[in-house]
Structures are given as C-alpha cells and as structure tokens.
C-alpha cells in the first residue's frame, strides 16, 4: 500500500521547467475609443502610447493626471503587478498582444511601484523580453496609463494586526495584506500620524497581498505615544486605518508568540487531491490555507496546486511543524505531507506561479518534493 501511494504521489509531482502561456484575445476589449479593458483584471488601458518617453516623476505627478481620454480623468500609473499582467511571451518584441496595444515600444515601461531597497528607484516592465527591472526614477522610459481595476473595495482588503503595541526602543513592525475578494485592488500605505518618529521601511504600495514594514525611533519621553498607517485603494479613494502604539512600560511588547513546532501538520487527502496547511507562518502572519490540484490538459505534466481558502489565524497555538511562506508570497516549505495511507510522509516545495496566476485565482507549483524516511 505504501509503495502504491508513493508511485502515485510521485507521478503527480512530476515537473517541467519552462511554461510559455498567453492571454487570450477573448480576454481583451477594443473600446473603439482609445482605450481597451482587460476583462479579467477589469482594467482599462490607454491603448496607444505616448510616442515620447519620460521621467517617473513627470509620469506620476503630470502625464497621467492630467491625461484625459475617452472620458475618463482618473488615470494614473500603474502598479509593477498590474503592467505585468500585460507580458505576452508568445508575442516578440515587444512582448505584449499586438492586436490591441499596435505601437508598444520594445523597451522599459514605468509602473508606479518604487523600489524598497533603492529609495532613488522604481520598477518598470521591459516589454522587449518581458522582464521587470528597478530603474534610476530620473531616467527616461514610456508609460502606458491605467485606470479603474477594483471589483471589491477596501472592504476586501484585510490588513493583519490593525494595530501594533511595541516597546520604547527603536525598531521595526510589520502589517499583512491579503485581499479577500476576487478583483484586483492596487493599494498604497502612508504615514498619517507620527511621522516625526514612525516611517515606512518597506512595500509603500502593492497589489492585492503584500507585507508593510514600518520603522520606529526611540521614544525617550515619559509619555505614551500612537502612530497611523493610512492604507488607500488607487482609484477608489477609500482607505483603513492601521495604529502603532508606544507605550512606557518595557514588560509589554508584541504579544506572545507561537510555541516551538514539534510535529507535522499538513496532511494529503484522497479524492480531489485537496491540500490542507492548518498552520502556514510567514514572516509576520499565519495562516490556515485549503489548496486543490487541477490538470492543465495543455501542460499535462505540470503539477499545479489552485489556492481554494486562505484565513489569516490570531494567536495561532500548535504543537506542530509549521509550513512556510516566503516573504515575498511565493514560495511554501511544507515539511510533513502525511498521505490516504496515514503511514507515509513527504517533504514538498510550491513555487507561486504568475504565468497561471491571472484569471483571478492564485496558481502554485509543485518544484521539487521528497520521501521522509521514518
């Protein structure tokens, strides 16, 4: 029965290393007027190109306020994730649906996503290999305007904890975001209150999920003091409210964490091959996650794994193994996949899966997996 579950297990596991996918032309709409809306993103896009390439800043702050377009007054730069949702790797140079956007320049287009690790630079979309690069915000490169893409609201925007208590000492804090909904929603984070001592260190601004990283100075007065990270919706204008509080008591801190892990917890069952991780932690949340396998008749040996229920989980209590998210989302580290049988075991590492990750589901990939010997 073992060696029966485990030939079974290894022939899904089977991998490939390559994945070439397009968007369907179905996936598009010609609006007649300038603009076409991608019906799975629920973005619409300028359609034709500025011909002169610019600065970031002239794009963010000038070009794209101020262009109006079919009507429309409300355009503005767009996130690194939403400019990638345009990559066409079928289509070359430039790598994108020629159909509907004829005169792209096969070169870098500017996004409005800065780069956390160069606070002179932001990222863009090289649409002569379709590649994302970091890029000087004084250089010179073409943009293509957006506008719209919220199906859901902030309503479905859930950021993990809503508020923070640290101690008096200079250090760092962190926020989860995960959208809950089905649509896209590029949102921003801004220090509203506090900002003489509390900063954002990292990801100012992402889409969808995202992790917010906040910087905070000493507090060497005797008083207590509260911070606010303003959370907004681009194009929505809706926004939710996170608080950092400084309180004067050195006992009290961030709360009490998880116990040290000490057996498995992920467990395969048979059926749909449906994966349950009750205990997934990344760096600063943890979560309980439902995965199921779907067969991809086009890539027949590719083994990919949809993400059917995601909760965010307070105060987890597990004398478990947790599995392990990456902090940037896209790798799990699942240590113990106990399989029908209830005697075998294995190791298994999912990869997020951008190329599959774009009609509003969330596609992983089963990279590499191995036996745990007892």
């Not at 260190?201 to 990270?229: K, Q």
Request: contains cysteine; glycine residues 8%; aromatic residues 12%.
């Amino acid at each position: 029965m073992i060696k029966k579950w485990v030939s079974i297990f290894c022939l899904i596991f089977l991998m490939v290393t390559t994945v070439v996918w397009a968007k369907p032309d179905s996936a598009y709409i010609d609006n007649g007027n300038g603009t076409v809306t991608d019906i799975e993103t629920k973005l619409m896009w300028q359609q034709r190109t500025d011909e002169n390439d610019m600065d970031w800043y002239y794009a963010t702050s000038n070009y794209c306020p101020g262009l109006s377009l079919a009507g429309y007054k409300d355009w503005r730069l767009p996130t690194l994730d939403e400019l990638k949702t345009l990559v066409d790797l079928t289509q070359r140079r430039p790598t994108i649906n020629h159909m509907f956007f004829p005169n792209t320049v096969s070169s870098v287009y500017w996004s409005s996503t800065t780069d956390a690790g160069y606070t002179d630079d932001a990222w863009g979309v090289d649409f002569n290999g379709g590649y994302d690069y970091s890029n000087d915000r004084d250089g010179s490169y073409y943009v293509r305007a957006v506008r719209g893409g919220q199906s859901g609201s902030l309503d479905n925007l859930v950021i993990s904890p809503l508020s923070q208590t640290v101690t008096t000492d200079a250090g760092s804090t962190s926020f989860g975001v995960s959208n809950t909904g089905t649509g896209i929603i590029p949102w921003k984070a801004s220090v509203t209150a506090g900002a003489d001592w509390l900063s954002i260190s990292s990801r100012a601004e992402g889409t969808n999920t995202g992790t917010i990283t906040c910087a905070y100075t000493a507090n060497t007065s005797t008083s207590s003091r509260t911070g606010t990270i303003r959370v907004t919706v681009y194009g929505d204008g809706t926004q939710k409210d996170v608080t950092v509080n400084v309180i004067q008591d050195q006992s009290i801190g961030g709360g009490v964490g998880p116990p040290t892990p000490t057996a498995c917890t992920a467990t395969m069952t048979d059926g749909n091959l449906l994966l349950h991780i009750p205990y997934l932690s990344s760096e600063t949340l943890t979560f309980l996650a439902d995965f199921i396998n779907e067969f991809n008749p086009t890539y027949p040996m590719l083994i990919l794994y949809k993400l059917t229920y995601l909760k965010i989980i307070e105060n987890p209590s597990f004398s478990c193994a947790a599995s392990t998210l990456s902090g940037d989302f896209k790798i799990i580290h699942i240590p113990d996949v106990l399989l029908p049988d209830g005697i075998t075991h294995l190791w298994v590492d999912l990869e997020y899966s951008q190329a599959f990750s774009t009609d509003t589901n969330v596609y992983f990939e089963v990279k590499s997996y191995g036996i745990i010997s007892n």
